[in-house]
């Protein structure tokens, strides 16, 4: 093997409750994610130690030891050469650092032999659902993850062009202690997880707003563009819309074309 190429998709908080603190004040997460059709690409080759970043949304994402692909190759032991195209906006809550650390660790595992230690969770809360890649549920701080079946769900991303710290976000919030998910039903169809979402909450979603407000306008944009549901990812400031079929997902994401808005019509699976 000797250059190998991988896909880090979009990382989409379908819900998140935030159901309590740990000591050292990292939040204790109830959530079920998804991810999107559309993501970064990476390739990488064992080689001198190197990170080109280009893309569409490469501006501001660090070249660096900082970028998080970086710290996957320090954490693997390796030396690699890599590329990162940037398609995913950063700081927006669909997890684009943590699923790109997450591609690395994959690719670097198939290139060494070696396994990743710990899900990657010291890259990052995020890293171990991104090395999934598929439906589950995010429980601890992100540390347990358990896959989950889902019918695919036809949606638009938008991202208003406001980046979002995510600690920032969890600081903002009126309480720590809040309900978990309600029980989801197996073999659940898509009307009833629609109807089964509309129950549940991004607990962020209002001290993201506080801090954002644009991510209101954004979610009022969704729901007038005919959107089932629509909610923000994570800690914002992306959010999303669920849409019966790929075609009222397509027309709802040339009506939401704005200045400076990130809009991509998608499938979560
Ligand atoms: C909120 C979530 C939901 O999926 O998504 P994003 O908004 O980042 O996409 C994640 O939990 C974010 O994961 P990630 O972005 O990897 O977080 P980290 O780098 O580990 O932590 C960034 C900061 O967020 C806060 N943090 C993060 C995770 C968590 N369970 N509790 C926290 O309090 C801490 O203040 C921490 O310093
Ligand atoms: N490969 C990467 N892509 C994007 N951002 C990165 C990357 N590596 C490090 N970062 C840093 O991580 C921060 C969080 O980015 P990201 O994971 O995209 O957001 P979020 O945690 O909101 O989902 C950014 O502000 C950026 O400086």
Same mark, same amino acid.
């Given at each position: 093997m000797d250059k190998l190429e991988g896909f880090a998709p979009a990382k989409i908080n379908l819900t998140l409750h935030v159901t309590g603190q740990r000591a050292d004040g990292y939040h204790l997460l109830d959530s079920l994610v998804v991810f999107a059709d559309v993501g970064d690409h990476l390739t990488c080759r064992l080689g001198e130690m190197s990170l080109a970043v280009s893309g569409s949304? #490469?501006? %501001? *994402?660090? *070249? %660096?030891? &900082? /970028?998080l692909v970086f710290r996957a190759a320090e954490l693997m032991g390796a030396q690699a050469t890599i590329t990162l195209e940037k398609h995913l906006p950063a700081a #927006? %809550?669909? %997890?684009g650092g943590s699923s790109d650390a997450a591609a690395a660790l994959r690719l670097l595992a198939d290139l060494t032999g070696r396994a990743v230690p710990d899900q990657g969770v010291s890259l990052g809360a995020d890293v171990p659902v991104c090395m999934l890649a598929r439906a589950g549920f995010m429980r601890g701080i992100g540390e347990e993850v358990t896959p989950v079946d889902l019918p695919p769900l036809h949606a638009v991303l938008v991202n208003p062009g406001v980046p979002v710290p995510t600690g920032a976000v969890f600081g903002g919030l #009126? &309480?720590? =202690?809040n309900a978990p998910m309600e029980a989801l039903p197996q073999g659940i169809s898509v009307d009833q997880l629609l109807a089964w979402l509309s129950r549940q909450? /991004? =607990?962020?979603e209002a001290p993201a707003i506080a801090a954002q407000p644009v991510i209101a306008d954004v979610l009022q944009a969704l729901r007038e563009s005919g959107a089932g549901l629509a909610r923000m990812s994570g800690s914002g400031a992306t959010c999303f819309g669920l849409y019966p079929d790929s075609k009222k997902a397509a027309d709802a994401a040339l009506a939401l074309a704005h200045p400076g808005w990130w809009v991509q019509a998608t499938v979560l699976s």
């Amino acid at each position: 093997m000797d250059k190998l190429e991988g896909f880090a998709p979009a990382k989409i908080n379908l819900t998140l409750h935030v159901t309590g603190q740990r000591a050292d004040g990292y939040h204790l997460l109830d959530s079920l994610v998804v991810f999107a059709d559309v993501g970064d690409h990476l390739t990488c080759r064992l080689g001198e130690m190197s990170l080109a970043v280009s893309g569409s949304m #490469a501006q %501001g *994402v660090p *070249v %660096g030891p &900082s /970028n998080l692909v970086f710290r996957a190759a320090e954490l693997m032991g390796a030396q690699a050469t890599i590329t990162l195209e940037k398609h995913l906006p950063a700081a #927006a %809550g669909i %997890g684009g650092g943590s699923s790109d650390a997450a591609a690395a660790l994959r690719l670097l595992a198939d290139l060494t032999g070696r396994a990743v230690p710990d899900q990657g969770v010291s890259l990052g809360a995020d890293v171990p659902v991104c090395m999934l890649a598929r439906a589950g549920f995010m429980r601890g701080i992100g540390e347990e993850v358990t896959p989950v079946d889902l019918p695919p769900l036809h949606a638009v991303l938008v991202n208003p062009g406001v980046p979002v710290p995510t600690g920032a976000v969890f600081g903002g919030l #009126a &309480s720590k =202690d809040n309900a978990p998910m309600e029980a989801l039903p197996q073999g659940i169809s898509v009307d009833q997880l629609l109807a089964w979402l509309s129950r549940q909450r /991004n =607990d962020l979603e209002a001290p993201a707003i506080a801090a954002q407000p644009v991510i209101a306008d954004v979610l009022q944009a969704l729901r007038e563009s005919g959107a089932g549901l629509a909610r923000m990812s994570g800690s914002g400031a992306t959010c999303f819309g669920l849409y019966p079929d790929s075609k009222k997902a397509a027309d709802a994401a040339l009506a939401l074309a704005h200045p400076g808005w990130w809009v991509q019509a998608t499938v979560l699976s």
